[in-house]
């Protein structure tokens, strides 16, 4: 197969940038039977990253794998304000890592901190071992952190299943049909999994430890601080003794 011939299919197929997703699988893979396989992945529908096995995160390039959750963009918004929140971070966490997008790149902009990552699925956390940086512990949420580094995370950060159960059919379906629903579905309320984490604030965070997540504008809780905004998504932080109070009263 050409170039030429794998953008007409690309974008036969419905993809909108169909030159620039031909040229990262002719960037990845080198013989014409693998180019080819790549192609009729992508037009069948699965996420290009999970294709070509890598995704362009921050400062980072994030190891993929097919089903495990395609790092957003949007995420990146994390970065900035939880790296100005807490420059001097001693203990990173990133909750729920996936294939390490958050934690990789807080990595590299904290280069003095130590960073870990969590992650309940088996195949995202072996992609982020491959995408390296941090250390990666299997399990849920806190607990699946070593019991070492309790009261000891000076900046947690996350970016949660959110997507309220109901509403999962909104998910672009290239997504929908290639990414598990644990990493998207936040149950009825697409908050059930910000809960479990702000259960375990206090324990876990330092005393002027936060955790730094995002949220669409409608999800976040009154009182809550907003670190930045950007179209319907906001960056908040949580800090250990307020997080539950500010809980208490949601905006809904
Ligand atoms: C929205 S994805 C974000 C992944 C990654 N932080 C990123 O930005 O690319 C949420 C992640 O949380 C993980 N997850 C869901 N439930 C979890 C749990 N109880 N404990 C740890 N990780 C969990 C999912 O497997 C998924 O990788």
């Known amino acids: ?5 794998a953008v ?37 529908g699965m996420p290009l990253e999970q294709v070509v096995g890598w995704a ?3 400062p980072v390039r994030v190891a993929l794998a097919p089903g495990v959750f395609v790092p957003r963009r949007r995420a990146e918004a994390i970065l900035a304000p939880a790296v100005s929140l807490r420059p001097s971070a001693r203990v990173v966490v990133d909750l729920g890592c996936g294939a390490g997008a958050l934690a990789a790149s807080l990595a590299a902009l904290l280069p003095g901190a130590e960073v870990h990552g969590v992650e ?5 956390a072996a992609c982020a071992r491959r995408t390296g940086g941090f250390e990666v512990h299997d399990g849920s949420w806190w607990s699946g952190l070593p019991a070492s580094l309790t009261g000891r995370v000076d900046l947690a950060v996350a970016y949660l299943p959110h997507v309220p159960t109901a509403r999962l059919d909104d998910v672009h379906p290239d997504f929908r049909a290639h990414e598990p629903a644990l990493s998207v ?20 965070l330092s005393p002027d430890g936060v955790l730094v997540t ?12 907003v670190l930045a905004e950007e179209d319907d998504d906001v960056v908040v932080a949580f800090e250990p003794r ?11």
């Open 214 to 225: 995002l949220l669409e504008r409608d999800q976040v809780p009154t009182g809550a601080r």
């Open 120 to 124: 309940l699925d088996p195949v995202a």
């Open 242 to 252: 307020r997080a539950q109070s500010c809980w208490a009263s949601p905006t809904t």
């Open 185 to 204: 579905d936040g149950g009825p309320d697409g908050l059930d999994p910000l809960r479990e984490v702000l259960a375990g604030l206090d324990a876990w």
């Open 1 to 5: 197969m050409e170039l030429a011939e």
């Open 8 to 44: 007409v299919a690309l974008r036969a197929a419905g993809c909108v940038h169909a030159e620039d997703e031909a040229a990262a699988i002719w960037s990845t893979f080198a013989t014409a039977e693998s180019r080819a396989g790549a192609v009729a992945s992508r037009a069948g």
């Open 56 to 58: 362009e995160f921050g």
